[in-house]
């Protein structure tokens, strides 16, 4: 009996972990938007064009959430015309195994379902 309450407890915590974290990283754009920044700072404009689909407005009330969660750093830097730069945090950067591992898998079931 106390083997299953451990058990229960141990998902019931593993459930709430996912739970976090997809709170902080959940919808159709955030993790794309990580994925983009691993590759190094980019402006907005170039965010844009990385994460395809995404609009402008979408896209500065997701980089608004994130920086709000640190998982982003914004730097205006004083060019004319003003330039905003955006990257990941240190803290962001923790979330680079978690891509690798859904682009690994996004790789393997894109395979799996259409064979390509």
Request: hydrophobic content about 40%.
């Amino acid at each position: 009996m106390t083997e299953q309450i451990h058990t229960q407890t141990a998902c019931t915590r593993a459930i709430m972990a996912v739970h976090d974290a997809m709170y902080v990283l959940g919808g159709k754009w955030k993790i794309s938007i990580v994925a983009s920044l691993l590759f190094g700072k980019k402006r907005y404009s170039d965010i844009l064009r990385d994460v395809e689909g995404i609009s402008g407005k979408m896209l500065s009330r997701e980089l608004k959430e994130m920086e709000m969660n640190q998982l982003i750093k914004r730097t205006v830097a004083t060019t004319q015309p003003i330039t905003v730069i955006y990257e990941l945090t240190e803290y962001g950067e923790t979330v680079k195994p978690v891509i690798n591992v859904l682009a690994q898998w996004g790789t393997y079931h894109r395979k799996k379902i259409i064979g390509k």
